[in-house]
Protein backbone atom coordinates (compact mmCIF):
# COMPACT_ATOMS: atom_id res chain seq x y z
CA UNK A 1 0.00 0.00 0.00
CA UNK A 2 1.35 3.12 -0.52
CA UNK A 3 1.11 6.49 1.83
CA UNK A 4 -1.71 8.11 -0.53
CA UNK A 5 -3.73 5.09 -0.77
CA UNK A 6 -3.05 4.99 3.46
CA UNK A 7 -4.29 8.23 4.04
CA UNK A 8 -7.39 7.66 2.30
CA UNK A 9 -7.85 4.76 3.97
CA UNK A 10 -7.60 6.64 7.21
CA UNK A 11 -9.33 9.21 5.99
CA UNK A 12 -12.17 7.23 5.59
CA UNK A 13 -11.97 5.56 9.02
CA UNK A 14 -12.58 8.36 10.25
CA UNK A 15 -15.22 9.11 8.80
CA UNK A 16 -16.53 5.82 10.05
CA UNK A 17 -15.45 6.33 13.74
CA UNK A 18 -17.57 9.59 13.71
CA UNK A 19 -15.70 12.53 12.24
CA UNK A 20 -17.63 14.57 9.76
CA UNK A 21 -15.48 14.91 6.49
CA UNK A 22 -15.08 18.24 6.73
CA UNK A 23 -13.54 18.01 10.21
CA UNK A 24 -10.89 15.61 8.61
CA UNK A 25 -10.09 18.04 5.86
CA UNK A 26 -9.55 20.29 8.76
CA UNK A 27 -7.40 18.24 10.28
CA UNK A 28 -5.41 17.91 6.80
CA UNK A 29 -5.20 21.30 5.94
CA UNK A 30 -3.66 22.24 9.62
CA UNK A 31 -0.92 19.61 9.08
CA UNK A 32 -0.11 20.16 5.36
CA UNK A 33 -1.14 23.46 5.13
CA UNK A 34 -3.09 21.71 1.85
CA UNK A 35 -6.68 20.20 1.86
CA UNK A 36 -5.43 18.04 -1.10
CA UNK A 37 -2.90 15.63 -0.85
CA UNK A 38 -1.47 15.84 -4.46
CA UNK A 39 0.39 18.86 -3.25
CA UNK A 40 1.95 17.73 -0.80
CA UNK A 41 5.42 16.59 -0.99
CA UNK A 42 6.91 12.69 0.69
CA UNK A 43 7.52 14.56 4.33
CA UNK A 44 4.31 16.42 4.68
CA UNK A 45 2.21 12.98 3.74
CA UNK A 46 3.92 10.93 6.33
CA UNK A 47 3.36 13.37 8.64
CA UNK A 48 -0.17 13.76 7.59
CA UNK A 49 -0.35 9.33 8.26
CA UNK A 50 1.55 10.07 11.38
CA UNK A 51 -1.41 12.64 12.66
CA UNK A 52 -4.07 11.05 11.21
CA UNK A 53 -3.12 6.98 13.04
CA UNK A 54 -2.74 9.47 16.09
CA UNK A 55 -6.75 10.74 15.53
CA UNK A 56 -7.49 7.23 14.86
CA UNK A 57 -6.49 5.38 17.74
CA UNK A 58 -7.82 8.50 19.90
CA UNK A 59 -11.72 8.09 17.96
CA UNK A 60 -11.04 4.13 18.65
CA UNK A 61 -10.33 4.32 22.13
CA UNK A 62 -13.08 6.58 23.03
CA UNK A 63 -15.49 4.50 21.07
CA UNK A 64 -14.36 1.50 23.31
CA UNK A 65 -14.54 3.90 26.25
CA UNK A 66 -17.96 4.86 25.87
CA UNK A 67 -19.50 1.59 24.10
CA UNK A 68 -19.43 -0.20 27.33
Keep these: M ?3 ERIYQLCKKLVVLGYYP ?4 HIMQTVIGK ?22 KLANDFFFAYSK
Excluded at 22 to 25: E, I, L, M, R, T
Excluded at 35 to 56: F, G, I, P, R
Design 2 to 4: NIE
Design 22 to 25: FQVK
Design 35 to 56: SNTDQANSAEQLKLVNVLEDYE
